[in-house]
């Protein structure tokens, strides 16, 4: 099977490069010449595309609906062209797709699907992104997590993959949650349960403090709690979940560490997105 990538990161280089190994013929557009082997680059959208039965984009797809994220390509691709230049029997596969980027592929009667409504890929992809979210508080941090008092914000996927590596490092870990449900099963796992509504109560107490949930959270008024010695790291999707010019004019260490798994696992990250895609092609029926 023909399979266009188009743009992206390390990811998306070596998602390409493992679907040529299982034998597809690879076609590559968006990256520069020094990124990728010439073998596979096309130099034009238009031939990128043609006889492609899928067209994969990057994850994140796109930054503001406009543009495609092509973080390795010095020129600027339009998601308007792509869709205008794909046909209908052709499959369209990305990350993080809006519903303003789904109705420009409806009116070209393309038929878009997210990677990131697949729970293989959000679970997985936990995985990279936790232990790169333990890296970053390694880094940053002047003493060690064993023993050291951590909180995450939330228990969704991501809360629960990070909450585990904690606990495996010795963390005295404590899991921040609204449900009555969740608090019940972060007990059972034998972290600290915290309901959100008490968050202030255990805020200066933290050595690192992980959020995991795409709102605001930690705003001033939890931040006025928060020790200058304690270090934040925000692993949410945009919006995220910390005011970040607040905690700079505290004094405050926080990190927006977004995209971990491609700047710090890039390998098993795509082989995560191969297997969801393989999956995708399994039902679809796409030969």
């Known amino acids: 099977m023909q399979i266009t990538i188009l743009g992206g990161d390390e990811r998306s280089i070596r998602l390409a490069?493992?679907?040529?190994?299982?034998?597809?013929?690879?076609?590559?557009?968006?990256?520069?010449?020094?990124?990728?082997?010439?073998?596979?680059?096309?130099?034009?959208?238009e031939k990128a595309l043609e006889k492609s039965k899928l067209v994969i984009g990057p994850i994140p797809l796109t930054h503001d609906n406009v543009l495609l994220n092509t973080p390795l390509y010095s020129?600027?691709?339009?998601?308007?062209?792509?869709?205008?230049?794909?046909?209908?029997?052709?499959i369209f596969i990305g990350g993080k797709i809006s519903e303003e980027v789904y109705k420009l592929a409806k009116s070209q009667d393309i038929k878009a699907i997210d990677l990131m409504d697949r729970e293989e890929l959000s679970v997985l992809n936990g995985i990279p992104t936790a232990e790169g979210a333990i890296q970053v508080a390694m880094e940053?941090?002047?003493?060690?997590?064993?023993?050291?008092?951590?909180?995450?914000?939330?228990?969704?996927?991501?809360?629960?993959?990070?909450?585990?590596?904690?606990q495996g490092l010795d963390v005295n870990v404590y899991v921040a949650a609204r449900k009555v449900k969740?608090?019940?099963?972060?007990?059972?796992?034998g972290y600290t349960p915290v309901n959100l509504v008490d968050l202030k109560d255990y805020?200066?107490?933290?050595?690192?403090?992980?959020?995991?949930?795409?709102?605001?959270?930690?705003?001033?008024?939890?931040?006025?709690?928060?020790?200058n010695d304690s270090l934040i790291?925000?692993?949410?999707?945009?919006?995220?979940?910390?005011?970040?010019?607040?905690?700079?004019?505290?004094?405050?260490?926080?990190?927006?560490?977004?995209g971990l798994p491609?700047?710090?696992?890039?390998?098993?990250?795509?082989?995560?997105?191969?297997?969801t895609i393989i999956n995708i092609i399994e039902e679809l029926g796409v030969i």
């Open 17 to 45: 490069y493992l679907l040529e190994e299982d034998g597809h013929n690879v076609i590559a557009f968006a990256f520069n010449e020094d990124k990728v082997d010439p073998r596979i680059l096309s130099q034009s959208l």
């Open 75 to 90: 020129e600027k691709v339009p998601l308007e062209e792509i869709f205008y230049k794909m046909m209908p029997n052709q």
């Open 140 to 166: 940053e941090m002047d003493i060690v997590l064993h023993g050291a008092n951590g909180l995450v914000l939330g228990f969704g996927r991501m809360g629960k993959i990070l909450a585990k590596k904690l």
């Open 182 to 189: 969740d608090l019940a099963w972060i007990e059972s796992y």
């Open 203 to 227: 805020l200066k107490n933290m050595d690192v403090i992980f959020n995991t949930i795409p709102t605001m959270i930690l705003d001033e008024e939890m931040l006025l709690d928060i020790n």
């Open 233 to 258: 790291v925000d692993i949410a999707s945009v919006p995220g979940g910390v005011d970040f010019e607040k905690a700079k004019e505290l004094n405050l260490k926080s990190i927006w560490a977004l």
């Open 262 to 275: 491609g700047k710090l696992a890039a390998k098993t990250a795509a082989i995560i997105i191969k297997n």
